[in-house]
């Protein structure tokens, strides 16, 4: 994944608590393939298992129907990944933010990687080049400008509503596209 990572420390608890969420989606998508195949292979074993009871089955019968569960399986794990590709964190806040109503914390965040990013190309780049640092330099008084925006966007999003917010979109809105 080509994340732009926040550094929760320096911005904000609120980017933290974003990147939780973020972790937990993914976490849960994984728990959700895992449960889909397993939910699977019970049901076509369920299934094998009266046809048994029924009708003796031949061992070899048995053997390929034991084969194409596993197979089935498989297939339905790799199916379930597949289906929903992970989410970057920039796609998860900013649906997470649409969806939600909390605009001001997609500002907020959008301000804080645009910030990151500038401090990143200035850190990465030669000190004999000057055109790449001018360009991710910013005058005193347009950080502060900056600062005061984040901040700004940051005070309409309490960590009450973002954590309850956050809760109830993982909840509702489950990580498979």
Do not use: C
């Not at 990013?117 to 004999?128: F, Q, R």
């Amino acid at each position: 994944m080509s994340d732009i990572n926040i550094n929760s420390n320096h911005h904000s608890p609120l980017i933290g608590s974003l990147q939780k969420a973020h972790q937990n989606s993914l976490a849960q998508r994984k728990t959700l393939g895992l449960w889909n195949a397993g939910l699977v292979g019970l049901a076509l074993f369920l299934v094998l298992l009266l046809l048994e009871q029924q009708f003796y089955l031949a061992p070899w019968v048995k053997g390929l129907g034991l084969a194409a569960i596993a197979t089935t399986k498989l297939f339905s794990l790799w199916w379930t990944r597949r289906q929903g590709q992970e989410k970057s964190f920039e796609e998860f806040y900013r649906q997470f933010s649409r969806q939600s109503g909390l605009e001001e914390l997609r500002y907020a965040v959008d301000l804080m990687q645009s910030e990151d990013a500038k401090s990143n190309v200035g850190d990465s780049s030669d000190p004999d080049s000057d055109s790449a640092s001018s360009t991710a330099s910013v005058s005193p008084i347009q950080q502060a400008f900056i600062d005061a925006a984040i901040l700004q966007n940051l005070e309409q999003v309490p960590q009450p509503k973002l954590s309850a917010a956050l809760d109830e979109y993982i909840r509702t809105y489950p990580p498979l596209a």
